[in-house]
């Protein structure tokens, strides 16, 4: 059993991060869902678990051509990768589970060559619609043309700075700031839908202003953007990229003014922060779940849980298994009713994507 | 903004997208956009819109460069392009490179 309501309360207003937009009082919207949500769960009108995942994240590899230093999964380490063939079973259950959407992420999902496209025209054949994560450093022409034939929510470009020298340092390799312009580029083009992720920290913090005009020229639909959150090697290189509160909150105050600027023309989303949005999972039933390169299934990108493996069992057996009412596991609540601010990730254990993942039973 | 940006965006082609209605009015061109909205365009705005007839954006600035003179060459592009990207968002030009845009005679 977990006390929803002291979970919620567990969290102090000032210590959360500043949301934009709409600016919502986030202890009071977690209050109004879960309320809401019981009353239509009694009345039958929402459903308190689901038959399968709505959605899954596919982390196709674990190898990566840029090396982030925020890279929230530590992409670029060695790992052991499921085989071209693994992937295409699963994506074969996935289609069998009849799930909505798929992100398509990785490492970098375009390192692998023509087998990205075998699955996902298997997902795409059933109807299943893409997020698609890249860093932008292989798009060409010749891939956005095999890329164009699906159907995307959106297409996602990391930028990290609006000059090449800040995203350069940030991605770890000289070149790549252009190499991701253009991709961006020919992404909105092409008539995909651009969404530019950008992640705030401490080399950034000052250039939002031009990184948001630079989005809006490159013909984005969406800027996605945040501070970077305390898992992998944020985690370790903290210290080089850590921003202050006061600094933080002023970066957000002027994108507020933004978003009211670009309104209509370019959405302005900032991530939610993770306190928040860990306490707002464990209210709704568990609708997606992520593969990692090694075949590990998790519940999400944050806690550093798995609920077993593909490699031993069915997909659809896992979830109903454990998955559907995982989020509900009691060392997964207790897990986050520990984390009250931001910073407790640095300091509780297991860290995300530095030490091993818990396997819940 | 870095060079770069501007650089890779001035070849490309806009095209006007089929207007539902629209009235010249003196400096003004006024449009119904498609998504039923009345929009004013104002002098600069409908000279770049009535420039988008093939020409790629590089050409655009050189011809608006030409009407003021005095602009900084980096101010205008970014005015131009920025003007573009407004009205691809209210459907009136594609800056895609799909034949999507018709020829328009205004």
């Known amino acids: ?57 596919l982390e196709l590899t674990h190898k990566c051509n840029l090396n982030c230093i925020h890279c929230y999964n530590q992409s670029g380490n060695f790992c052991q990768e499921l085989s071209f063939k693994q992937w295409i079973g699963i994506a074969k259950q996935l289609v069998d589970m009849n799930i909505f959407e798929c992100v ?132 370790l290189n903290k210290d080089k990229i850590d921003v202050f509160d006061d600094e933080l909150k002023e970066a957000f105050q002027f994108l507020q003014t933004k978003y009211n600027e670009y309104f209509g023309k370019m959405e302005i989303i900032t991530s939610t922060d993770p306190v928040f949005y860990l306490r707002y999972r464990i209210i709704e039933p568990c609708n997606v779940i992520l593969i990692r390169p090694n075949g590990d299934v998790k519940l999400d990108c944050v806690l550093p849980f798995k609920i077993g493996n593909v490699l031993n069992e069915n997909l659809l057996d896992m979830w109903n298994r454990i998955g559907k009412n995982a989020w509900r596991n009691e060392e997964i609540i207790k897990y986050i009713s520990s984390i009250k601010t931001e910073k407790d990730m640095l300091r509780i254990f297991p860290r995300p994507y530095i030490d091993k993942d818990i396997l819940i039973r | 903004m870095e060079d770069y940006v501007i650089e890779i965006l001035s070849g490309i082609t806009p095209k006007k997208l089929p207007l539902m209605k629209f009235r010249d009015e003196n400096e003004f061109l006024i449009v119904q956009e498609n998504t039923k909205k009345i929009l004013v365009l104002n002098s600069t705005a409908r000279e770049i819109y009535n420039s988008c007839d093939g020409k790629i954006v590089n050409e655009i600035i050189k011809n608006l460069g030409s009407l003021y003179p005095d602009l900084n060459n980096k101010k205008l592009s970014l005015d131009v392009l920025k003007c573009l990207r407004d009205l691809e968002k209210r459907d009136l030009i594609s800056l895609r490179n799909k034949n999507e845009g018709i020829t328009c005679d205004i």
């Open chain 1, 1 to 57: 059993m977990f006390d929803f309501q002291q979970l919620v309360l567990d969290l102090r207003e000032d210590k959360i991060l500043p949301s934009i937009p709409p600016k919502t009082n986030q202890i009071e919207l977690l209050k109004i869902s879960e309320k809401m949500l019981e009353e239509w769960q009694k009345k039958k009108a929402y459903p308190r678990e689901l038959e399968s995942p709505l959605g899954c994240q």
């Open chain 1, 104 to 235: 398509i992420s990785g490492g970098e999902p375009l390192l692998l060559k023509d087998n990205l496209y075998k699955i996902m025209s298997v997902l795409h054949d059933n109807g299943i619609k893409f997020i698609f994560v890249t860093n932008g450093m292989l798009l060409d022409e010749n891939q956005i043309e095999k890329l164009s034939k699906y159907d995307y929510y959106w297409f996602q470009v990391s930028i990290d700075g609006s000059k090449p020298e800040i995203h350069d340092k940030i991605r770890g390799l000289r070149g790549s700031w252009k190499r991701a312009v253009n991709a961006a580029k020919l992404v909105s083009e092409s008539g995909l839908p651009l969404v530019i992720s950008h992640v705030i920290q401490r080399y950034n913090i000052s250039y939002l202003d031009e990184m948001i005009e630079t989005s809006y020229l490159l013909g984005a639909r969406r800027i996605i953007t945040g501070k970077f959150t305390y898992s992998g090697r944020a985690i």
